[in-house]
Nanobody
Framework: EVQLVESGGGLVQPGGSLRLSCAAS????????IRWVRQAPGKGPVWVST????????FYANSVKGRFTISRNDAKNTVYLEMNSLKPDDTGVYYC?????????RGQGTQVTVSA
């Protein structure tokens, strides 16, 4: 069974940093691209970043470009999202997702709250 488990969220002040982790199991994670999306309270999910299989290509939403860095360690079946210079607008539940055999899988999410 394909599973994704996020961790690393928390409460941080504006300007602070967090590193999120997405632990993958049940499939060969290194062979698949993985993305992060976030959902602010009362709003729909918004794409944040994607990393290709193997990690050669990374993509970012304009709102996080230059502040967030996505990476992966396939030996640990884990994808990371390093978030710096956090803003209150970055608040939300962060999910990692992947598409395996035509089916999308999303983890349970991790809450990020940016507030003074």
């Amino acid at each position: 069974e394909v599973q994704l488990v996020e961790s690393g969220g928390g409460l941080v002040q504006p300007g602070g940093s967090l590193r999120l982790s997405c632990a993958a199991s049940g499939f060969t994670a290194g062979s698949y691209g993985i993305r992060w999306v976030r959902q602010a309270p009362g709003k729909g999910p918004v794409w944040v970043s994607t990393i290709s299989s193997g990690g050669s290509y990374t993509f970012y939403a304009n709102s996080v470009k230059g502040r967030f860095t996505i990476s992966r360690n396939d030996a640990k079946n884990t994808v990371y999202l390093e978030m710096n210079s956090l803003k209150p607008d970055d608040t939300g539940v962060y999910y990692c997702e992947t598409d395996v055999s035509g089916r999308s899988t999303r983890g349970q999410g991790t809450q990020v709250t940016v507030s003074a």
